[in-house]
């Protein structure tokens, strides 16, 4: 069983060319342990643990040209009925659902303006075993140039609800699912984030200090995409990893 409800986030992995330096880089920012997939086939796939709990995972390009990347999976208790749901709604279905050993069955969808998330339905491993706290995974949010037609896609698929507020002269969207808001939505910031970047989803992971934490990760070889700043929610920076994956950390307060 998973953690979360279907249609919430429950796991995030780093897809990189480098995933030594991988092993090396977030174990050092977040206070990680790497835990290596025994089976060969899985190309060293590591899963990170914090406190000896599933926290997230890392492993080897799935094509040799993809760039470095964090990805969103979404819990769901049926792989299968989501990629209709995906293709029926305008998505593509990237890779279809199949099995990973008897850990569950994942699948990559990528929505109509070309973000790319996946799903999980678990067997053996549940996803992500905690969350919210420091060094663990605690927001996800899609950035996209197409918010409208984001809302009638993530509805469909997974039924969740925009619940939109003003932040400033930009028009922020909670996705709701029945009376929690499981992610979130935004446009993209043109003096924020790089032209080159498509519409994507980004991964939070909460720590005690963003600005220590930000320059901790450049230390550590990684770049600060946004410096920190404050926002409703706390204060976040936006940062990249040495091979340039992108991923945000937040500092929720109390």
Avoid: H
């Avoid at 996946?118 to 899609?142: H, I, R, T």
């Amino acid at each position: 069983m998973s953690t979360v409800p279907p249609g919430t986030p429950c796991w995030a992995d780093l897809a990189t060319p480098d995933l030594t330096d991988a092993r090396r880089f977030y174990p050092e920012l977040f206070g990680w342990t790497g835990q290596v997939t025994p089976e060969p086939e899985a190309g060293g796939y590591t899963v990170f643990l914090l406190d000896g709990k599933p926290v997230a995972g890392a492993g080897p390009p799935a094509i040799p040209d993809q760039v470095p990347i964090w990805s969103t999976y979404l819990a769901t208790d049926d792989a299968e009925l989501v990629a209709g749901r995906v293709e029926r709604a305008g998505g593509q279905v990237v890779v279809p659902p199949f099995e990973v050993f008897d850990r569950g069955w994942m699948a990559v969808f990528a929505d109509p303006a070309g973000a790319t998330f996946s799903v999980w339905q678990p067997l053996a491993m549940a996803g992500a075993e905690v969350f919210n706290v420091p060094g663990a995974m605690s927001w996800n949010e899609l950035v996209t140039p197409d918010p409208e037609g984001a809302k009638v896609f993530y509805e469909l698929v997974f039924g969740w609800q925009p619940d939109d507020q003003a932040v400033g002269a930009m028009t922020y969207t909670g996705w709701r699912l029945g009376t929690q808001i499981v992610a979130g939505m935004m446009p993209p910031l043109a003096d924020d984030f790089p032209a080159d970047l498509p519409a994507y989803w980004t991964v939070y992971f909460a720590v005690p200090d963003a600005d220590a934490a930000a320059a901790r990760a450049a230390e550590l070889g990684g770049t600060i995409l946004v410096p920190p700043r404050d926002i409703p929610a706390g204060r976040f920076a936006a940062l990249r990893d040495p091979q340039g994956a992108l991923f945000s950390v937040i500092d929720l307060g109390s």
